[in-house]
């Protein structure tokens, strides 16, 4: 299978052997027969360890990361966060250090800031759109995760995946890349380099802001194994029915994308010739200072947009409150779309802090609405 569509909807999904039903069953189950003392059937015991539901979702999720890599292997998990901190207890140690990215999503800055460096991880903020400012922000021996976000969250700054892996690799760390914000129709960065890449699937893996989950993929098979042993040993699994569900909206993931793209588009080309606008993020602008980077790694731009309102804080604030087809809401990436004021919602916690994000700003998930009514809804809240 070589088409990304078709692993999406096929990969690990086999028709059950049982019934021929030709959508993977929610094993809605915590424990499994076995045949005599230590014999398992089909290697399941116990379902914090493994559930043949979650089974299906870690295989397509491989699939879609790493397509061609041997020993590709992808864990799903409760969450983002849940993914994220199992990730670095496996790989650091009290007196180890990473570069994080200097516009961090602000639940990643919480967990490297308020719960991973009182355990002992050191961290540094680090622009990831230049190369040799990450390498500056190494600490050689100490050193162990370079943290990436591209495209960042919320400033929608591009990192050069391929080039921040040689950087990393360079001083014997791993590169760990949150594709959230592109989704692997967008972007693949295991085959950039990377060793890791990181997913809230809550978001576009999802599709539909019905389920909360997390995924890491890794084509690295010692890294894998300990992966694997700490999901099972810190045990913040999703459950049957949520994995399920990531598996049904990855179905649909690529046309979705296609429209996110194209509806960001038409939006971004409005916001931009707006006289409320000072000025707009999006990756697919030619004016984007990362948009070259992001046409050479990136299958399309993304359903992210963020923007200034030259009128200010208080302005942006009361733009987000006028809107009627945008919903006023936390998260991305679902069917819907959403307007927030980050700098007083999801990036609250990085206030006061070097990853404070602008007052001004206002972030956008363009859903997959009707373009028009998008654009209409975002004239009438900017006017006013």
């Known amino acids: ?143 162990k995760v370079v943290w990436v976000e591209t495209p960042t969250n919320p400033l929608l700054n591009i990192a050069d995946i391929a080039a921040l892996a040689d950087v990393a690799h360079a001083a014997g760390a791993i590169l760990v890349v949150d594709n959230t914000f592109a989704s692997p129709y967008l972007q693949q960065p295991l085959l950039l380099g990377a060793d890791v890449v990181a997913h809230s699937t809550t978001k576009y893996l999802g599709g539909h802001s019905d389920v909360v989950g997390g995924a890491l993929v890794t084509a690295d098979p010692d890294l894998a194994e300990r992966l694997i042993y700490h999901q099972n040993a810190m045990g913040s699994v999703p459950g049957p029915f949520d994995s399920w569900l990531v598996l049904r909206g990855i179905k649909t993931l690529g046309v979705r994308m296609d429209r996110h793209c194209s509806n960001a588009r038409a939006v971004a080309d409005f916001l931009v010739g707006h006289p409320a606008v000072s000025e707009v993020r999006w990756p697919g602008l030619p004016s984007h200072p990362g948009h070259e980077v992001a046409r050479k790694q990136m299958r399309d731009f993304g359903g992210m947009i963020s923007f200034s309102v030259a009128a200010g804080e208080q302005a942006a604030v009361d733009m987000c409150g006028r809107t009627s087809v945008f919903t006023l809401g936390e998260s991305l990436g679902g069917v819907e779309s959403l307007i927030e004021h980050p700098a007083r919602m999801t990036h609250a916690s990085a206030a006061g802090s070097p990853l404070e994000v602008p007052a001004d700003l206002v972030r956008l998930s363009v859903g997959i609405e009707t373009v028009n009514d998008l654009i209409e809804d975002l004239d009438r809240a900017l006017a006013g």
């Open 1 to 143: 299978m070589d088409g990304f569509e078709t692993r999406a909807i096929h990969a690990g999904q086999e028709p059950d052997p049982l019934t021929g039903a030709v959508v993977t069953p929610i094993y809605q189950v915590s424990t499994y027969a076995q045949d005599g003392v230590g014999g398992l059937r089909g290697g399941y015991e116990y379902s914090r360890s493994a559930n043949p539901t979650r089974t299906a979702l870690q295989e397509c999720l491989a699939s879609l990361e790493a397509p061609g890599l041997p020993g590709a292997t992808g864990l799903a998990f409760a969450s983002g966060l849940a993914a994220e901190d199992t990730l670095l207890r496996a790989v650091c140690r009290p007196g180890d250090h990473a570069v994080i990215p200097d516009d961090a999503y602000g639940g990643t800055y919480r967990l490297f800031a308020k719960v991973a460096a009182p355990w002992g991880l050191d961290h540094t903020p680090a622009s990831l759109t230049d190369p040799e400012a990450v390498a500056a922000a190494i600490i050689p021996g100490r050193t």
